[in-house]
């Protein structure tokens, strides 16, 4: 089966120029377990469905805990093995700074496949969020050094707020204060 990924092209960012891009892959949707056992189903393979879910389900649970009792696991997909992040100051665990995850790498089949996998451009995509300036209204710097209780203007597209607190994050002069 020939894979091909389609992307759209962003301008960069970081840079300046006006020819440097990176790609965002075109999502077409997530799926999950069941829909993956859906579309073997559809393409002929003789299996139970339930049976099917239950084993990957206790596959994927038996994974999970060998990585996290300390094992390298091969899933024959994918390579896991668990990591610390975080430095042990004093060589202590501290829940604050320290962490427990897991690294994951692709195994050889995994690697041929997306080495064989074509890309295609679907078109330019608009930036969606594009930050024109940022300026510290008391003294006007616009030096990208700002202190945390000064007011800040932010000029340009597609701002965006995450969180569910109204009193932190950005207030907005006109809907603020009625004006």
Same mark, same amino acid.
């Given at each position: ?103 994951? #790498? +692709? &195994? ?7 080495? %064989? ?8 995509? =608009? @930036? ?13 710097? #616009? +030096? &990208? ?7 800040? %203007? ?8 995450? =969180? @569910? ?15």
């Amino acid at each position: 089966m020939i894979k091909i990924l389609k992307v759209w092209l962003r301008k960069s960012q970081l840079t300046k120029s006006t020819n440097d891009y990176s790609a965002q892959v075109l999502v077409k949707g997530s799926i999950d377990v069941e829909n993956i056992i859906d579309e073997l189903i559809n393409e002929g393979m003789d299996i139970n469905r339930k049976t099917a879910l239950d084993f990957i389900t206790s596959f994927n649970q038996k994974t999970s805990d060998m990585v996290l009792t300390g094992f390298n696991v091969n899933t024959g997909l994918l390579n896991i093995r668990p990591i610390i992040k975080g430095s042990l100051y004093g060589g202590k665990w501290n829940s604050y700074i320290n962490s427990v995850s897991v690294a994951i #790498t +692709e &195994n050889y089949e995994f690697r041929h496949a997306i080495a %064989e996998t074509k890309v295609e451009i679907v078109e330019e995509n =608009g @930036d969606p969020m594009k930050t024109d300036s940022a300026t510290e209204q008391n003294s006007q710097n #616009t +030096e &990208n050094k700002f202190l945390n209780d000064r007011s800040t %203007e932010l000029r340009g597209s597609y701002l965006k707020n995450h =969180g @569910d607190n109204s009193a932190c994050g950005i207030a907005f002069h006109t809907w603020l204060f009625k004006a």
